[in-house]
């Protein structure tokens, strides 16, 4: 216990010392750092920034897959284009093609509803919990300990629940060491305001993705609604606009080098304190080959949406969330092979051990250690395997509904506290809402294309990683997999949003029963997802268990290097701090921070992807830029790029400048830093956001909404 208690103690000395274009920083940090953000430039109290019911954090909220925030006192909620492209993409037909022209919501009663799955959760509670988490897992190892930490997690999240409208989680720090439990409010009835069409805020697509210099409005902006007594519902034309807590203001004065920025949000996940085995099987395995099988997908879906125009329109979220990925992916690969990560990982994990040797500690984590390599070791086994059958379920519409509706008959029975998580009482109106968005978003013919370029792969494994019931139901060879996908949604009446919907609201017994070709096949499919849960929850509660010894020695280590420690991103909300800086990408290749409309004129073909619109070239062409353009050169901003320690999650996220007014929202990394996820570099890390000048002058000049402004508190000049 001593040796514990010193390690911690070092680690937050550690953080006083810390870097401040480096770290993903929890609230509650925030004051042991006040000192690194005042001489930074911050100018505000650290200490409102821990209390996240304070402004500015309780206008952070997370949105869609990423992160957005309050700016009126109506609801207001700017986040990335990207980020609502589903909101988009589902009110939109070939007639009414809301993509490529984008919306400006003529007033209230013209906003229109998003899908019904899509959600805002803004937290209002972050308690420590670790003592009651771990209480009844000690003693116990691999299954045994990952079901009694699942199950202390289910009863404070149904503790946390019983208040009307708040949604909990409980989130662990340090991969075991610490948990918390998140409370947050659910918004679940949000509204499309103001889109700009595609060619602006989606202007460069891939071509420009992860790249800079960027001339992209990503944004957009949605409205929260509640029920008329104040409280979260479904939507309803008598709902009303939510009344945040605070929202933000949006700077009328713009950002230049050097100025400070900081930035807050719910990065999704980050791996830099990983193993060095993980960071090999990293680079050498799991991206090249995620690689391939997306890029695979991508191509079913553009070739199948060449023929077919609404096919093209109910799958242009998912394909954009395909290319998104697989340039990310890409983009990590190059990245780690350039910084020769799984070396430097490597040596500085061996180093690491070798002086961990030398400690009192090393008698107790030691073989906890070396149990933690050997369980990693142990998922290779089975890695493509369980790939290809996770995207089974992910990428695919209908398939997905019937393995939930499936599935969700097996857990119903049970205890709810004894339901598998995602299948709670909780979960139910999730799962619901999922269902009924089908009917826009999937294609027989797409569906099975995509299903048979993922088994094809699946039939091409060794037997050894082959299961048993998937081969029953898909076959083993393309002949037979093509007839078995043609009987199965041949047949099936699940496509129906009436069937789904009384299968949904069933008895267990008569789901059971069904002989529809689509649940029959979730049916025999069962065992073998049950059956390979069950594998990885027993690998994982021991991982659960034993990494902590790891973090231990790892943490103590980088003090001793004199290196920030913070918990690797969890999709929690945390804080980063930084300056608008540029970057050296490469021998005689530098970059200023800041791009203008000049840089959309000179990158226009007229052709996708830097096809933008007349409006906008127009307004350009105009040159009335006054009251947005930059004081000391006379040029419309679009983008700028900061230092800011930023991952996947943290698109949308409001970056704001020392006074806490709103200048700009993350949307983007460059490509020399998309490998941060699991390796930091400050020569090259950088983030990339939309200037709120180029967003104004958009709504003002382009595509004007004059009420928006005024109710934005930046009116029309």
């Not at 202007?203 to 609604?225: C, K, Q, S, V």
């Not at 109106?429 to 089908?438: A, G, P, R, T």
């Not at 007349?614 to 353009?629: S, V």
Request: aromatic share 8%; charged share 25%; hydrophobic share 40%.
């Amino acid at each position: 216990m001593r040796i514990r208690t010193m390690m911690l103690g070092a680690a937050m000395a550690l953080a006083l010392d810390a870097k401040a274009d480096e770290g993903m920083w929890m609230p509650s940090q925030l004051p042991s750092i006040a000192k690194n953000l005042r001489a930074a430039g911050f100018r505000g109290d650290a200490a409102d920034l821990a209390d996240l019911t304070k402004a500015p954090l309780n206008a952070v909220v997370r949105v869609g897959g990423g992160t957005g925030s309050f700016v009126s006192a109506d609801g207001l909620l700017v986040t990335n284009h990207h980020v609502a492209f589903g909101v988009i993409q589902y009110n939109s037909r070939p007639d009414r093609d809301l993509i490529t022209n984008g919306y400006v919501a003529p007033d209230r009663a013209g906003e229109l509803p998003a899908n019904p799955d899509y959600r805002a959760r803004v937290t209002v509670g972050f308690d420590k919990v670790t003592d009651r988490v771990l209480a009844l897992a000690k003693g116990k190892t691999g299954r045994a300990y990952y079901d009694a930490v699942d199950a202390a997690s289910k009863a404070l999240v149904a503790e946390c629940e019983k208040e009307d409208g708040i949604k909990c989680s409980v989130a662990t720090m340090f991969y075991g060491r610490d948990f918390y439990l998140v409370k947050q409010m659910e918004l679940r009835d949000l509204r499309l305001v103001y889109a700009p069409p595609r060619a602006i805020g989606n202007y460069g697509d891939e071509t420009d993705n992860f790249m800079w210099p960027r001339h992209a409005g990503d944004f957009t902006i949605l409205r929260a609604y509640v029920g008329p007594d104040g409280k979260p519902a479904d939507y309803s034309p008598d709902n009303k606009p939510y009344h945040p807590p605070s929202h933000l203001q949006i700077a009328t004065e713009g950002v230049a080098e050097g100025d400070f920025v900081m930035l807050a949000g719910y990065p999704g996940i980050t791996y830099r304190h990983r193993t060095a085995a993980e960071f090999a099987d990293q680079v050498e395995w799991r991206l090249p080959t995620s690689v391939a099988v997306l890029k695979a997908l991508q191509d079913v879906i553009e070739g199948e949406g060449k023929a077919d125009k609404e096919a093209a329109i109910r799958y242009a979220s998912q394909l954009q969330s395909l290319k998104n990925g697989i340039k990310r992916f890409s983009g990590e690969l190059e990245g780690l092979q350039r910084s020769d990560a799984v070396t430097t990982r490597r040596n500085d994990e061996a180093a690491m051990l070798a002086w961990l040797a030398t400690q009192p500690a090393a008698t107790t984590l030691k073989p906890q250690i070396d149990q933690v390599m050997a369980l990693i070791a142990q998922g290779k086994d089975v890695r493509e395997r369980d790939l290809l059958i996770g995207l089974l379920s992910s990428q695919t519409q209908l398939m997905r509904g019937a393995l939930n509706v499936d599935r969700l008959a097996v857990e119903r029975p049970k205890a709810d506290a004894a339901r598998e998580s995602g299948y709670q009482k909780r979960d139910e109106e999730l799962i619901q809402s999922q269902l009924k968005q089908i009917q826009r978003r999937y294609d027989p013919n797409v569906e099975k294309a995509l299903v048979t370029s993922l088994l094809t792969r699946y039939q091409q494994l060794p037997a050894a990683q082959h299961v048993a019931e998937v081969d029953k139901v898909f076959g083993t060879t393309p002949a037979a997999l093509a007839k078995a996908l043609d009987a199965i949604y041949g047949a099936t009446k699940f496509s129906d949003e009436t069937e789904r919907t009384r299968l949904f609201t069933a008895a267990p017994a008569e789901v059971e029963k069904s002989n529809d070709a689509l649940m029959v096949a979730a049916r025999t499919l069962r065992p073998a997802l049950l059956r390979i849960e069950d594998e990885k929850k027993g690998r994982d509660g021991d991982l659960l268990r034993l990494r902590p010894a790891y973090m231990q020695a790892l943490i103590a280590y980088r003090e001793k290097q004199g290196k920030a420690v913070y918990p690797d991103a969890n999709s929690t909300l945390r804080v980063s701090y930084g300056k608008v800086t540029p970057l050296a990408a490469r021998d005689a290749v530098s970059y200023a921070p800041l791009t203008t409309v000049q840089g959309i004129v000179e990158k226009n073909t007229g052709k996708v992807p830097f096809d933008a619109p007349k409006p906008l070239l127009d307004a350009i062409k105009k040159g009335d830029f006054t009251g947005y353009a930059d004081p000391k050169t006379g040029a419309m901003p679009v983008d700028f790029l900061s230092n800011l320690d930023t991952t996947g999650g943290n698109s949308g996220s409001p970056v704001l400048n020392a006074k806490g007014e709103l200048v700009g929202l993350n949307f983007d990394s460059n490509w020399e830093a998309v490998s941060a996820s699991w390796m930091y570099d400050p020569r090259y890390k950088r983030a990339i956001h939309v200037d709120m000048r180029y967003m104004r002058w958009l709504m003002d000049k382009v595509y004007p909404s004059p009420a928006l402004l005024k109710e934005l508190g930046v009116p029309a000049k």
